[in-house]
């Protein structure tokens, strides 16, 4: 039977991707998910850290978003699904960059933001399949698509 | 000889655009500028306008995003470079969305943002070829990149 | 600037082509209609016409449905949006059929048909970025993606 | 040796799916059979009832077909062969849809339909690389292209 | 209005390019016929006449068909339709092998060939959208795919 | 490790796949060989066998090949490196076809014929990789480039 | 008729591109010559004249590099044929990396280039479909290619 | 969990590749390392001693690069991440050429190189995700990307 994979995209503040591995373990549903690395630091640093300090702060990240993309954009085309999460706060360009990404790639969006964002994420929603306001509804999504269970 | 189709995503409350299309002009430099419709409330508008009202604001601006977003992934998918611009202000999700769809597609992407937004469009910058923070820059770019004249 | 290349997949028997065709014209949009052979009686016999009779009538349909197929193939790979259309009667399977080609090759498709065909046509229309009623709503979609007009 | 995906894609009215998945097992074919959610009410609702009630049936019937739709196109393209079955009744202009989509991906497609739908389904047909009349047919063809099993 | 371009792939011993160029001029159709090059010799000795002999028949071989082979790939991949005609004699391999290049870039195929070669192209014909006995049938599939124009 | 998907496609009539699958065995490598049906009658008659008679020779051909097509493609679009195999006699046109399916898709070909073939094939052993003469010379190919094995 | 692109990659210390030019203009051939910029300062400097100087030469040549990309992926991309030239001096790893990035593309490559390169160049040369050590050689296979002409 | 696959091109003079692998298996990171056949004398002449002797020693060169091509196409095309490493001698271009060939398939390269080719390696540093100057580096890299561990 397939295992779906699923990239979970955005924020990285708040506890969103434990509550959907928690849901989908529940369920026992048959996907393998996927993210970035999200501890705040590691991903601003990676870069210099490995490779060498730089004294300008654009390089400093240019390192390390380079390297990041590595992994983002080889599990963005590994992906059956890609969701994207945008929290209360930042500008997280980054989450919206990956939504036009998975795009692109013709791979199904969901995404997943309270409905302060609604007008401002339009056209990201546009090109998505399924908006979600809390991520149980992501992950009764998924026991949908995936095993056709109704939510209870 | 090759006209340069020229998508030019982003902002659309300061004359960027414009700038650009006289400094292209002047230049005479064989380009073809595209954008999205820049008239802020036909863009929120269009849908219900052309096929009925809606009265809950989500399906209002689900209509009118999904008929912009014709014309944007259609041009998207026509350039040869993709400029890409943040403003001081606003979320502009839909600029990054635009840079993530671009890059998705191998398109070169030129960014153009001021120094504030360097840290959250790391990665945005990370896909790009270039980084311009004034729209004349992105005109010298163009003209080395097309016609191989350097900045005067 | 682009010519827009528009194809009108769907219905043959009522006269909504010759309505885009005269209100893209009104309107002087950089528009070009493509079509498939609307003649009903060439598109069922032009295969043995040209190639020679067949006993049986499924062959006899073969041969016709292969050679429509090259013009419909061709020009729906060559539209930058593609326009279906279902009227009030009879299968139309050949529309929803062009309708899922155009999806998956990531073509914008606007749809045009009555309400009464809503709900058989949920899937098809969640695949399309827009649903019209009437021509004029088409021509008017066009004209706001191509030149930024609102309906007057 | 290779596991062959097949998805059984149309009808959810009778039994067809069940045929085909007995004779796949019968005969010990190495085969993955894949399908939408044919829980006829739930592939209407879902949307609905995971995300949140509309009133405007529209919208309903979007939400559910927007989510449907995540499946359906994951396991299209996951698919080597697609088997698409047309029922004596209703407009199954979903099915035609997902032909279309397969047949734009370069899918093998299997047909399954009775002789009253010939002529209406000739287009269709004509993408096909086989048209059944029969589960059994499916079966039979299927053990062939796999394993070079002639029909006994 | 479009241009199509038609490849005229295959037998280089017969007139049948000639009448079907022919034919297109009579009918005033909007084709660019594209064709390998049809001096045999030449087709041949190319690459040794520009980059030196070679003692062995195979290099010899070898340097024309590669160079034979920019062309060839170039224009299947522009072509909108492809012709593949087998004459009565000779191996003709080079044929099938574009038939089956074609195939695999979604170009659709029509043949030309006599009666005695249908079994043993039981493959190619498969493949193709049409099989035509005549040069004059190929004009008549063309001006109908092209115009609409039944044949007379 | 990878498992190396290994097409074999062309002549049925003597026991070259034995022989490499033989030698394949005996080196241990780690190899999937996948062919077409080789039992010529069946490859013939499978179509009208499951799917009904045909009186015409040329539609009972057309139903077998369409079928057997469905393997071919999509064995072909699996493998990772295509063998051809052109025996002395017949016309072989399918195996011709192979190779240029193989080509478009980008597929590493080796070509496995007699001497006297060469001329005629000059074009198909241009887009390959490597020409063989004898099965054992395919297997220390499939050695060298899977295992670095050079022939003892 | 068709206008072939050609884009000349490679050394730009020698007039090869000149001869080429001239060679072209002479037969009248209807090809469009491409190139990089090919002042060399120019090429090196232009990132950081456009968007400011940079303490680490890395970063310096870093800008330019991408800047210059922008043009050569994208007429790469364009190109019908892609001539690479190895001159006698210099690393020439962009050259190199042009042909990979051609060879990927599936676009046709002629090298051209001393002798004495043969060797390392020799996974260069077996990508390609030509090998010439004269630019008048390369004039002399695209006269043959696009217009059938054998050298006088 | 996803199993990395890892392409080591270039340079076969020096242990960089042990150097890798050790790195890779101490820290047990999902990989699966790839490489080209890395024996010199095996890669230039396996060509010849499995297909027979050639006297032009272009040809001999031909045979063998080809039949390395074969491995190198396929595995850089299964390879999520490639790494190339250009040594302090040799030319080098088909490490150049398999950067490109890496790059215009849209894969992540990590470059491994020492300073003094810095300059001559800006085009193909600029195609990469990182540049390192250790073997170490690389591994600390894939740490990071698979498993976000950050150097110790």
Redesign the interface.
């Known amino acids: 039977?397939?295992t779906?994979k699923v990239y979970l995209s955005g924020e990285i503040h708040s506890d969103w991707r434990e509550q959907i591995t928690d849901g989908v373990a529940q369920l026992g549903l048959p996907i393998?998910l996927?993210s970035p690395?999200?501890?705040h630091e590691?991903s601003d640093?990676?870069?210099v850290?490995?490779?060498g300090a730089e004294?300008?702060?654009?390089?400093h990240?240019?390192?390390?978003?380079?390297?990041?993309?590595?992994?983002?954009?080889?599990?963005l085309q590994?992906a059956?699904?890609v969701v994207v999460r945008?929290g209360e706060k930042?500008?997280?360009?980054?989450?919206?960059?990956?939504?036009?990404?998975?795009?692109?790639?013709?791979k199904?969006i969901?995404t997943l933001h309270p409905p302060e964002?609604?007008?401002?994420?339009?056209?990201?929603?546009?090109?998505a399949?399924?908006?979600?306001?809390d991520p149980k509804?992501v992950v009764?999504?998924l026991a949908?698509?995936?095993a056709?269970t109704?939510?209870g």
Chains 1, 2, 3, 4, 5, 6, 7, 8 share one sequence.
């Open positions: 039977m397939k779906w393998e996927m690395i999200t501890v590691d640093d990676c870069g850290a490995i490779f004294e300008d702060k654009l390089w990240d240019r390192k390390g978003a380079l390297l990041n993309g590595i992994r983002t954009s080889t599990l590994d059956d699904v945008f930042y500008k997280q360009w980054n989450a919206a960059f990956d939504a036009g990404y998975a795009s692109a790639l013709g199904p969901i964002h609604d007008h401002a994420l339009k056209e990201v929603d546009a090109a399949s399924a908006m979600a306001r509804q009764q999504a949908y698509i995936i056709g109704m939510p």
